[in-house]
């Protein structure tokens, strides 16, 4: 039923369209001719100032402002290329200044080694001298201290001998006869304990 | 006001008659928005052209914008020598691109929907183009209807179909716009008169149609306008870089 209502307003109104829009006569109203003049009058005079005011005022200033902006953006294209070259040959000199630099710390640090090897050597060779010397006097103390040792251990075991002959024998035992034994004793052993 | 979809192209007078001689002059509602149209170029472009910042405001960058576009569009089209007539042909751009827009604002007059201003802006740039022609390459210009290569049996053909091409310049540039403008106007009107006849219940529809004509004019009248200067700049290329 709605829905019969619906469709019913809808084609009905068609028949009111010849109300909404009502016939007039004429036509098309740009076919007709009475303003026409004015229409010409007013498009020549409005269209004309309007030419010459944007040619001789507006355009030339527009035209100025971006050929100001384009060649101050150009400006500053070429201010800032030219400092990118500065900096980079800023760059090349401080690459060129820390190249040197390096070279110069690695002859101080060569320098400083070789003079620290040339002392160490130094120092090396006159400790090695010292030691040597210490070494060869205490080998040639040894030497007449091993040479000493038996005189002095035939002598010690002559007293001790001849303490020993007195006390169990009570009577004084000629030295000389006893020393004889101990050498021969001596030459017998020594060989044992003096590896010589 | 009527409903009739052609009222809206009524022009009718505002203010006293004026007669200039035997002419009536008067001041006319088609008057007023060629009036409105020209000083809201005048006074966009002053406000974009005044001062000179470097960074742009938007009205700079609109005006700048659009004195690139067309000074693009001529060099483009026509090439360096067109350069002279750059002035015009912004002018004549803004000019119709204005008259279309303010067209589109409801219960304002389209300038530009009647035949008789196109026409004479159209005849106006052909009798400039055609004396801008004959300047540059004297009767050399005659040229222009004998296209090279053509063989000589069919030339006369060729230089009747040029000729009269030629001549309907003016007219299909006139009338190209005209019939748009009144053909986008009229629909328009047309299905505003439905929204109001089919009433709450079934005037959706045409009120849909309505909005998404109106998208549709608004770009119209871009191109339009747009079609109007580029076929200009065409004819002047012609005249200018005399190529048969």
Same mark, same amino acid.
């Given at each position: 039923?709605?829905?019969?209502?619906?469709?019913?307003?809808?084609?009905?109104?068609?028949?009111?369209?010849?109300?909404?829009?009502?016939?007039?006569?004429?036509?098309?109203?740009?076919?007709?001719?009475?303003?026409?003049?004015?229409?010409?009058?007013?498009?020549?005079?409005?269209?004309?100032?309007?030419?010459?005011?944007?040619?001789?005022?507006? +355009?030339?200033? !527009?035209?100025?402002?971006? =050929?100001?902006?384009?060649? &101050? /953006?150009? @400006?500053? *294209?070429?201010? $800032? %290329?030219?400092?990118?070259?500065?900096?980079?040959?800023?760059?090349?000199?401080?690459?060129?200044?820390?190249?040197?630099?390096?070279?110069?710390?690695?002859?101080?640090?060569?320098?400083?080694?070789?003079?620290? +090897?040339?002392? !160490?050597?130094?120092?090396? =060779?006159?400790?090695?001298? &010292? /030691?040597? @010397?210490? *070494?060869?006097? $205490? %080998?040639?103390?040894?030497?007449?201290?091993?040479?000493?040792?038996?005189?002095?251990?035939?002598?010690?075991?002559?007293?001790?001998?001849?303490?020993?002959?007195k006390k169990l024998i009570g009577a004084d035992v000629n030295n000389s006869s006893i020393s004889a034994i101990?050498?021969?004793?001596?030459?017998?052993?020594?060989?044992?304990?003096?590896?010589? | 006001?009527?409903?009739?979809?052609?009222?809206?192209?009524?022009?009718?007078?505002?203010?006293?008659?004026?007669?200039?001689?035997?002419?009536?002059?008067?001041?006319?509602?088609?008057?007023?928005?060629?009036?409105?149209?020209?000083?809201?170029?005048?006074?966009?472009f002053n406000l974009g052209s005044k001062k000179n910042s470097m960074l742009p405001n938007k009205i700079q960058?609109?005006?700048?914008?659009?004195?690139?576009?067309?000074?693009?569009?001529?060099?483009?089209?026509?090439?360096?020598?067109?350069?002279?007539?750059?002035?015009?042909?912004?002018?004549?751009?803004?000019?119709?691109?204005?008259?279309?827009?303010?067209?589109?604002?409801?219960?304002?007059?389209?300038?530009?929907?009647?035949?008789?201003?196109?026409?004479?802006?159209?005849?106006?740039?052909?009798?400039?183009?055609?004396?801008?022609?004959?300047?540059?390459?004297?009767?050399?210009?005659?040229?222009?209807?004998?296209?090279?290569?053509?063989?000589?049996?069919?030339?006369?053909?060729?230089?009747?179909?040029?000729?009269?091409?030629?001549?309907?310049?003016?007219?299909?540039?006139?009338?190209?716009?005209?019939?748009?403008?009144?053909?986008?106007?009229?629909?328009?009107?047309?299905?505003?008169?439905?929204?109001?006849?089919?009433?709450?219940?079934?005037?959706?529809?045409?009120?849909?149609?309505?909005?998404?004509?109106?998208?549709?004019?608004?770009?119209?009248?871009?191109?339009?306008?747009?079609?109007?200067?580029?076929?200009?700049?065409?004819?002047?290329?012609?005249a200018l870089n005399l190529h048969h």
């Amino acid at each position: 039923m709605i829905k019969k209502i619906f469709f019913q307003s809808i084609f009905f109104n068609f028949f009111f369209i010849k109300e909404v829009f009502p016939a007039e006569s004429g036509g098309m109203p740009q076919l007709n001719p009475e303003f026409w003049i004015s229409q010409i009058f007013w498009l020549t005079l409005t269209f004309g100032i309007l030419y010459v005011v944007l040619s001789k005022l507006i +355009l030339p200033k !527009i035209s100025a402002n971006l =050929e100001l902006r384009k060649s &101050q /953006i150009q @400006e500053n *294209i070429e201010a $800032a %290329e030219k400092q990118r070259e500065s900096s980079v040959s800023k760059i090349k000199e401080y690459d060129d200044i820390i190249l040197k630099s390096k070279l110069q710390a690695k002859n101080i640090f060569k320098d400083a080694r070789e003079k620290v +090897l040339k002392d !160490i050597n130094l120092k090396k =060779e006159t400790l090695d001298k &010292q /030691i040597d @010397e210490e *070494i060869k006097k $205490a %080998e040639q103390e040894i030497y007449v201290l091993k040479k000493k040792a038996p005189e002095k251990i035939n002598k010690i075991a002559i007293e001790t001998s001849s303490e020993i002959v007195k006390k169990l024998i009570g009577a004084d035992v000629n030295n000389s006869s006893i020393s004889a034994i101990v050498d021969d004793l001596s030459k017998k052993n020594g060989n044992k304990y003096y590896g010589n | 006001m009527a409903a009739n979809p052609m009222t809206q192209f009524e022009v009718y007078r505002i203010g006293p008659e004026i007669k200039l001689g035997a002419f009536d002059i008067s001041f006319t509602n088609a008057s007023l928005f060629m009036v409105v149209s020209s000083l809201a170029i005048l006074i966009i472009f002053n406000l974009g052209s005044k001062k000179n910042s470097m960074l742009p405001n938007k009205i700079q960058l609109l005006a700048e914008l659009s004195y690139s576009f067309i000074s693009k569009m001529i060099s483009d089209t026509a090439g360096s020598k067109a350069k002279p007539y750059f002035s015009f042909i912004f002018s004549l751009f803004m000019f119709v691109l204005f008259c279309n827009m303010f067209g589109m604002i409801p219960y304002t007059f389209t300038v530009t929907s009647h035949i008789i201003v196109t026409f004479m802006l159209a005849a106006f740039i052909f009798i400039g183009v055609t004396v801008i022609g004959f300047i540059k390459h004297g009767f050399g210009y005659l040229k222009l209807f004998v296209p090279s290569g053509v063989p000589i049996v069919l030339l006369p053909l060729i230089v009747v179909i040029e000729i009269i091409s030629y001549l309907s310049r003016p007219i299909s540039l006139s009338v190209r716009l005209f019939a748009n403008m009144m053909a986008g106007h009229t629909m328009m009107k047309v299905f505003g008169g439905f929204v109001i006849s089919l009433g709450i219940v079934g005037g959706w529809l045409p009120l849909s149609f309505s909005v998404a004509l109106t998208g549709l004019e608004i770009l119209v009248a871009f191109l339009q306008a747009y079609v109007f200067a580029i076929l200009t700049c065409i004819y002047l290329n012609d005249a200018l870089n005399l190529h048969h």
